[in-house]
């Protein structure tokens, strides 16, 4: 009954008892003081199964909350990562940005040094650099910085001016194993890429010399190929040289219709000195092992 009429914790028994006396159930219990003894009762239940109600929402309240300000940190972290994302790509603009602008700077004015000068220090070329208004916009980089790509850049031209040089030399067809530069330099000493290699003799010399070298090097390693391509050439071919000199004439004769040959005119000594080299290592190694299935039964001869 008493919950039949939507009693809450406010409720007092004075002013309800009225509205129930006409209830059967109300005069049921007979005792005044049991009904008021009963409704203070129901009223505790009430008012504890409101503050159970209220405690219970109190608490997912404090979850929404709580769950609201993780979600509010979550995004400030995500906006402030984001930010420091967009800081970090325009701080790499900046610098990279700024290296363009100095390898231009040193494009237009070291580029200028180098024609005067086959030694350029960075000491120096910078006392230039500074007077120029692009300086500034390098600012982000500091000295180590200006410094190494000051020396990447030299390197560079230098690399390129002596890729052009030797691609001089290989153009000058006079040029042989046994070549020297007082002949050499009087025939490309006008060509600019002769005259922008260096303002020093002694430094093209010196280029000229390992050139040379270089050639002499790979011409000996074509030969040694050549040889070992002429099948006409076995471990037999030491002793037939030693009963006569004709088997190596024939060997000659056969080789000297390959260019890989012919570049070595100018050195036919060292040049005798490789065959003999590789009749000997022939000799040394013996008869060859017996074909196989998969190997062709037939020797050919160059």
Known sequence: ??????????????????????????????????????????????????????????????????????????VQKARSEQTKEIDREREQHKREEAIQNFKALLSDMVKHNLVRSSDVSWSDTRRSLRKDHRWESASLLDREEKEKLFNEHIEALSKKKKEHFRQLLDETLTITLTSTWKEIKKIIKEDPRCTKFSSSDRKKQKEF?????????????????????????TYRSKKLIQESDQHMKDIEKILQNDKRYLVLDCVPEERRKLIMAYIDDLDRRGPPPPPTASEPTRRSTK
């Open 1 to 74: 009954m008493l919950s039949e009429h939507h009693l809450d914790a406010q409720s007092r028994w004075s002013k309800v008892k009225d509205r129930m006396e006409s209830d059967y159930r109300y005069k049921s219990v007979e005792s005044s003081s049991l009904r008021e003894e009963l409704f203070k009762q129901y009223i505790e239940k009430v008012a504890k199964n409101v503050d159970t109600e209220k405690e219970k929402e109190m608490e997912r309240q404090a979850r929404i909350e709580a769950s609201l300000r993780e979600r509010e940190r979550e």
């Open 209 to 233: 010399e390992e050139y040379i070298r270089d050639k002499f090097i790979t011409a000996k390693a074509d030969f040694r190929t050549l040889l070992k391509e002429t099948k006409f050439i």
